[in-house]
């Protein structure tokens, strides 16, 4: 009986941690969404986030074909960090620029182990243009530019190291101001990047192709109305990483876990 009471509290020791992270601060007038709340209207006369991921048919939606994504429910969470799949490329391709800011922007990856240390995929942010990152899985990334026209050749490339294996952090930069994929990482805390995952379900107008899994959707937010439609890029072949704070709870868990084995252990003893 005393083992089974030690699982219990096991259980509900873990049960409490992830409970602590599952629960998100309920959105202001006018926000909707979770765990990132976004502005349902917008002051400049601009699509909103809702809008622009609607059906196919709705003013100002990006798909072709489907029934579309819902901004506020179909968060990804976490996707502070990544991961280039097993192919060891990954296709980066801007949907649109819904800022005064387009051509100050710069758009990139970040190394978690020194995120001074950057390389950039898109530089202006022009919608139509690709960037074609490729990784060797161990720290060294490499990035090929491409204009809007899919035939055309390629318009340079650049390069970096990374000190954490494959993985890496998005980022984008307005001016001198750099937002991160991990908004622990921003001045004020808060999340600047909400990301939905392809199902299938809905097709791209601007790449003719189907929002497949293994591609995600990012919208940045670039300033303070926290509507989510300032930079919208699609970035395929990735993979969310747990977040460290996620992993650190594994590893609580499994230290909670082990006691009560070993305890029990003893007992049986």
Same mark, same amino acid.
């Given at each position: ?14 049960? %409490?941690?992830?409970? /602590? ?10 926000? !909707? ?11 400049? #006369?601009? *699509? ?15 798909? /072709? ?39 100050? $922007? ?14 950039? $995929? +898109? ?17 060294? +990334? ?14 340079? *490339? ?10 890496? #952090? ?16 921003? %001045? ?33 937010? !670039? ?8 930079? =919208?890029?699609? =970035?395929? /072949?990735? *993979? ?9 709870? +594994? ?7 082990? +006691? ?10």
């Amino acid at each position: 009986m005393k083992s089974i009471r030690y699982l219990g509290l096991v259980g509900l020791a873990a049960a %409490s941690l992830f409970a /602590s992270q599952a629960f998100a601060t309920p959105c202001a007038a006018g926000f !909707d969404g979770g765990p990132t709340c976004i502005a349902t209207t917008n002051g400049y #006369g601009e *699509h909103t986030l809702e809008q622009i991921l609607g059906a196919a048919g709705t003013d100002g939606s990006i798909f /072709s074909a489907g029934n579309g994504i819902n901004p506020y429910t179909q968060q990804l969470n976490p996707a502070s960090y990544w991961s280039v799949a097993g192919t060891g490329g990954s296709e980066n391709t801007v949907m649109l620029t819904l800022t005064g800011n387009a051509s100050g $922007l710069t758009f990139g990856i970040f190394d978690p182990t020194n995120i001074a240390n950057t390389l950039t $995929l +898109f530089s202006g942010a022009t919608a139509g243009y690709t960037t074609t990152l490729k990784t060797n899985g161990l720290g060294g +990334f490499a990035a090929t530019y491409y204009s809007a026209d899919p035939l055309a050749a390629s318009t340079g *490339h650049a390069s970096a190291a990374f000190g954490g294996g494959n993985l890496f #952090g998005y980022f984008l930069k307005v001016g001198n101001t750099f937002y991160y994929s991990d908004s622990a990482l921003n %001045s004020d805390g808060t999340p600047r990047v909400v990301t939905y995952a392809g199902d299938g379900s809905n097709k791209i107008e601007a790449t003719n192709g189907v929002f497949t899994p293994g591609e995600y959707l990012q919208a940045w937010e !670039d300033g303070g109305d926290f509507d989510y439609n300032d930079f =919208v890029v699609v =970035v395929e /072949s990735v *993979h969310p990483v747990p977040e460290p704070a996620v992993l650190g709870m +594994f590893g609580i868990g499994a230290l909670l876990i082990g +006691f009560a084995a070993s305890r029990r252990r003893r007992e049986n003893v």
